[in-house]
């Protein structure tokens, strides 16, 4: 038989294994276990990465981010990107508003850092060269889920963050409930404003509330957030006013704000200023650390 041929035969029949092809990268399909649920994702990877990342959600019912995925991988960068839980090919409950359940708990929070550290061990067991430094790349939610995931998984080694919150997840729900979805609070609110509900306002809700603070003072890796001033889900300079006290304390931190932005850092086509940072400062980090 042909041996092409017969490669080919046998990659087909791997289980839950697809393989394609494309000028600059390639695509495999995997499935991994976590907490009792297999999670199904995909691993793209470029000829000889600098760095590796495993893309973490933010709170929607999100499949795996594959043009993100391909966008990093175009630039050398292997990436793996799955189904979060409950969504997609990936097994158990998504938690979320939008099937009424809050995803915000710290539960939740530690069930999907948990999903991320073991895409961390399952994407390490995939790079042909096992020293590519692997760092993590998430969206709003993911603010609270990567530093967690962090302190569990020390062979994370940077982080990227896009408008995600470094303050506890109830003043986020206080901040987010004071915009209400207005896209002209800014017109009408001051900093000051937002600080002062955002630190004051009673809570809605009633649940234990994790504060990114913890994990973000135990690590010591190299870590960007990209925010947008306009943001009306998060209070920007709050948050920007948390990452300066810890880079007082010495911690490697850094953070871009961008004027015409909101929540949409990492997904606005019209600017992709804050994609191309992230990207350099990516390829600083791995060559310095």
């Not at 995925?69 to 799955?82: D, H, N, P, S």
């Not at 404003?193 to 649940?207: L, M, R, S, V």
């Not at 234990?208 to 209070?235: C, H, M, R, Y």
Request: with cysteine.
């Amino acid at each position: 038989m042909n041996i092409n041929l017969t490669l080919w035969l046998f990659l087909i029949t791997l289980p839950g294994i697809t393989i394609a092809q494309s000028t600059n990268f390639t695509i495999q399909d995997v499935k991994f276990e976590s907490k009792g649920v297999t999670l199904a994702g995909s691993i793209i990877q470029p000829k000889n990465p600098f760095a590796a990342v495993v893309i973490v959600h933010g709170s929607d019912p999100v499949k795996r981010e594959m043009e993100f995925a391909k966008r990093l991988a175009k630039e050398g960068i292997a990436v793996f990107t799955y189904d979060k839980r409950g969504v997609g090919a990936s097994g158990g409950v998504y938690v979320g508003p939008s099937v009424g359940t809050n995803n915000i708990d710290t539960t939740n929070i530690n069930l999907l850092a948990s999903d991320a550290n073991e895409a961390i061990k399952t994407f390490r067991t995939y790079l042909s060269d096992k020293q590519t430094p692997i760092g993590l790349v998430g969206f709003s939610q993911a603010g609270w889920i990567i530093p967690i995931t962090a302190t569990i998984n020390s062979t994370c080694e940077f982080m990227v963050l896009f408008s995600c919150p470094t303050i506890t997840t109830l003043e986020q729900l206080r901040f987010q409930f004071y915009t209400n979805g207005n896209n002209s609070f800014w017109e009408n609110h001051t900093d000051a404003d937002a600080f002062e509900h955002t630190k004051n306002d009673p809570d809605k809700y009633h649940f234990v509330a994790t504060d990114p603070k913890q994990s973000l003072n135990a690590l010591s890796i190299p870590g960007l957030w990209l925010f947008g001033e306009k943001d009306i889900q998060i209070p920007v300079k709050m948050c920007i006013a948390e990452l300066n006290a810890l880079k007082v304390q010495g911690k490697p931190y850094e953070y871009r704000l961008f004027r015409t932005l909101g929540h949409n850092t990492a997904s606005d086509d019209s600017d992709t200023a804050p994609f191309d940072i992230s990207i350099q400062w990516i390829k600083e980090k791995v060559i310095s650390y």
